[in-house]
């Protein structure tokens, strides 16, 4: 299957009109500024799914490659797809948690971060490197982290041939296990920056050395190419349609529902890369009702879904409980854009948002986007309470999953059962958790996860405890002028 842009195409000769998988994942911008997108989605309907009813994870997710056709070898996918026998259950990697009649948990934690960012950035990281090698290139990849796409970057890349990463956080802008999780991993080929600031001054950073005259020069005659492990990366995104299918065979095997019978997915959404996917199922014919879409106070996804402007014209990001859902350009929007309204649309929107940090959609097509998705937001108040109030029925999540349940309160028409896709283990927001249980907080991460093991008599991950006895390797602490010759030293 090829890719096409997002934008369309301006002809321009660095500009295929249509690219490979492989393509669309090394690729560079694509015209306008656009991004890559399949040019058409298979069709993974029932039939797909009865086949597929008693598939284990991998098998699954070799059929759903399959369906797209990706111009990778076989030993390449494998390779790829075997990382999932490393997350807690080989045989189910992706475990399907009850919390009541309705109500389930689709657990995308349970890899080696334990963030869902591990189920497409392991795999990712794989393709990438086996592309690399292949093509006989070297690679940089660039990412600026609040906490948990760095980690998960780091640990799928590190050691991998042709490929060097560049993390950079801001220092007192992650969980300690965040922080640690990045500064403690041993590699030739990682560097790790914290950079003094918070979140933002480290993505400025990241954009400043994109446009550097000096830095392209640099990775020229060094012959390094640029990549991004970002999540707007198609090599990512398909890795996300998977686990949606999957929970929801998981849901037939648990005889919770019929095969066919529809249910609503429920997800805390930042740049809406995990959303994307549950959409892209829906339309290739999984039977899901609607997607919900929580958001935190950082609520531009939730104006978008209702009330048909995307805008934040006078709006700046606030701090909140669910740190990850901090955004407010969710760039994977985008995709959805072009499925619904088509390239032209798609660039005068995505234009006037560049310019304005604003655009409209007009009535009808408002009404087409809510025939997919319905959304609200979670404020930091109602989030420790659903922690809480899941707690007591037995279920302990961490604060984003925690924000799904509003929508699920909210949300629904219909009285359909619910899948929340549940993106990070309590372990890396345990400050925000303890608190939330009643669990004292205590001074750090590690105190932290200690009441809180006590309290919930649930087991600290291995992963986790083994990080705060770990040698500390990476300790440059800078101010964000400095990145470029921290960086050119790096390479
Ligand atoms: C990345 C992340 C999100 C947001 O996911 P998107 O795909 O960017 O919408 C939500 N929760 C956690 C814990 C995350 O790490």
Same mark, same amino acid.
């Given at each position: 299957?090829?890719?096409?842009?997002?934008?369309?195409?301006?002809?321009?000769?660095?500009?295929?009109?249509?690219?490979?998988?492989?393509?669309?994942?090394?690729?560079?911008?694509?015209?306008?500024?656009?991004?890559?997108?399949?040019?058409?989605?298979?069709?993974?309907?029932?039939?797909?799914?009865?086949?597929?009813?008693?598939?284990?994870?991998?098998?699954?997710?070799?059929?759903?490659?399959?369906?797209?056709?990706?111009?990778?070898?076989?030993?390449?996918?494998?390779?790829?797809?075997?990382?999932?026998?490393?997350?807690?259950?080989?045989?189910?990697?992706?475990?399907?948690?009850?919390?009541?009649?309705?109500?389930?948990?689709?657990?995308?934690?349970?890899?080696?971060?334990?963030?869902?960012?591990?189920?497409?950035?392991?795999?990712?990281?794989?393709?990438?490197?086996?592309?690399?090698?292949?093509?006989?290139?070297?690679?940089?990849?660039?990412?600026?982290?609040?906490?948990?796409?760095?980690?998960?970057?780091?640990?799928?890349?590190?050691?991998?041939?042709?490929?060097?990463?560049?993390?950079?956080?801001?220092?007192?802008?992650?969980?300690?296990?965040?922080?640690?999780?990045?500064?403690?991993?041993?590699?030739?080929?990682?560097?790790?920056?914290?950079?003094?600031?918070?979140?933002?001054?480290?993505?400025?950073?990241?954009?400043? !050395?994109? #446009?550097?005259?000096?830095? /392209?020069?640099? &990775?020229?005659?060094? =012959? %390094?190419?640029? *990549?991004?492990?970002?999540?707007?990366?198609?090599?990512?995104?398909?890795?996300?349609?998977?686990?949606?299918?999957?929970?929801?065979?998981?849901?037939?095997?648990?005889?919770?529902?019929?095969?066919?019978?529809?249910?609503?997915?429920?997800?805390?959404?930042?740049?809406?890369?995990?959303? !994307?996917? #549950?959409?892209?199922?829906? /339309?290739?014919? &999984?039977?899901?009702? =609607? %997607?919900?879409? *929580?958001?935190?106070?950082?609520?531009?996804?939730?104006?978008?879904?209702?009330?048909?402007?995307?805008?934040?014209?006078?709006?700046?990001?606030?701090?909140?409980?669910?740190?990850?859902?901090?955004?407010?350009?969710?760039?994977?929007?985008?995709?959805?854009?072009?499925?619904?309204?088509?390239?032209?649309?798609?660039?005068?929107?995505?234009?006037? &948002?560049?310019?304005?940090?604003?655009?409209?959609?007009?009535?009808?097509?408002?009404?087409?986007?809510?025939?997919?998705?319905?959304?609200?937001?979670?404020?930091?108040?109602?989030?420790?309470?659903?922690?809480?109030?899941?707690?007591?029925?037995?279920?302990?999540?961490?604060?984003?999953?925690?924000?799904?349940?509003?929508?699920?309160?909210?949300?629904?028409?219909?009285?359909?059962?619910?899948?929340?896709?549940?993106?990070?283990?309590?372990?890396?927001?345990?400050?925000?958790?303890?608190?939330?249980?009643?669990?004292?907080?205590?001074?750090?991460?590690?105190?932290?996860?200690?009441?809180?093991?006590?309290?919930?008599?649930?087991?600290?991950?291995?992963?986790?405890?083994?990080?705060?006895?770990?040698?500390?390797?990476?300790?440059?602490?800078?101010?964000?002028?400095?990145?470029?010759?921290?960086?050119?030293?790096?390479?």
């Amino acid at each position: 299957m090829k890719f096409i842009e997002t934008r369309g195409n301006d002809s321009q000769p660095h500009h295929p009109l249509k690219v490979e998988f492989s393509g669309a994942i090394l690729g560079p911008i694509a015209s306008y500024g656009g991004i890559y997108v399949p040019e058409h989605l298979p069709d993974l309907g029932l039939e797909f799914l009865n086949k597929h009813r008693d598939s284990p994870y991998k098998q699954l997710a070799k059929a759903v490659l399959g369906a797209f056709e990706i111009d990778l070898d076989e030993s390449v996918i494998d390779e790829a797809l075997s990382l999932y026998d490393e997350f807690d259950d080989a045989n189910n990697p992706v475990p399907l948690a009850k919390i009541s009649d309705d109500l389930f948990v689709s657990e995308l934690y349970r890899g080696p971060t334990r963030a869902f960012k591990d189920m497409a950035l392991q795999p990712f990281g794989v393709l990438l490197s086996a592309l690399a090698r292949q093509r006989d290139e070297d690679y940089l990849i660039l990412a600026a982290t609040s906490g948990d796409t760095g980690p998960a970057a780091l640990e799928t890349f590190k050691n991998k041939e042709r490929v060097r990463v560049a993390c950079m956080f801001p220092e007192g802008g992650t969980s300690d296990v965040q922080r640690l999780q990045m500064i403690t991993e041993d590699a030739d080929n990682l560097k790790v920056i914290g950079i003094k600031g918070v979140f933002d001054d480290a993505q400025i950073a990241l954009k400043q !050395l994109l #446009g550097s005259q000096q830095f /392209k020069e640099t &990775l020229k005659a060094k =012959k %390094i190419h640029l *990549s991004a492990a970002n999540s707007v990366n198609f090599g990512r995104i398909i890795f996300q349609i998977i686990y949606h299918i999957h929970a929801y065979l998981e849901m037939v095997r648990q005889a919770e529902i019929t095969m066919g019978t529809r249910i609503y997915l429920a997800v805390p959404s930042g740049n809406f890369g995990n959303a !994307l996917g #549950g959409y892209y199922a829906l /339309k290739m014919g &999984l039977p899901v009702e =609607k %997607i919900l879409i *929580s958001t935190n106070k950082n609520n531009v996804l939730a104006q978008l879904i209702n009330h048909g402007r995307y805008d934040f014209r006078d709006t700046e990001v606030v701090a909140t409980l669910s740190p990850a859902m901090d955004i407010l350009k969710a760039s994977n929007v985008e995709r959805v854009l072009f499925d619904l309204y088509g390239a032209k649309r798609t660039r005068e929107m995505m234009q006037q &948002l560049d310019e304005e940090r604003f655009y409209e959609l007009t009535e009808s097509e408002h009404q087409q986007l809510r025939e997919f998705f319905a959304a609200d937001e979670c404020d930091d108040e109602e989030t420790t309470r659903y922690v809480r109030n899941c707690f007591e029925q037995g279920y302990l999540m961490d604060p984003h999953t925690a924000t799904c349940i509003k929508v699920y309160d909210s949300c629904r028409s219909k009285p359909l059962k619910t899948v929340i896709t549940s993106t990070a283990e309590w372990t890396k927001f345990s400050m925000t958790t303890a608190e939330a249980i009643g669990a004292d907080g205590g001074d750090g991460d590690l105190q932290a996860l200690k009441n809180i093991s006590a309290k919930a008599e649930i087991d600290i991950p291995e992963q986790i405890e083994a990080l705060f006895k770990k040698p500390i390797i990476h300790k440059t602490l800078i101010n964000k002028e400095d990145i470029e010759k921290t960086i050119i030293s790096f390479l």
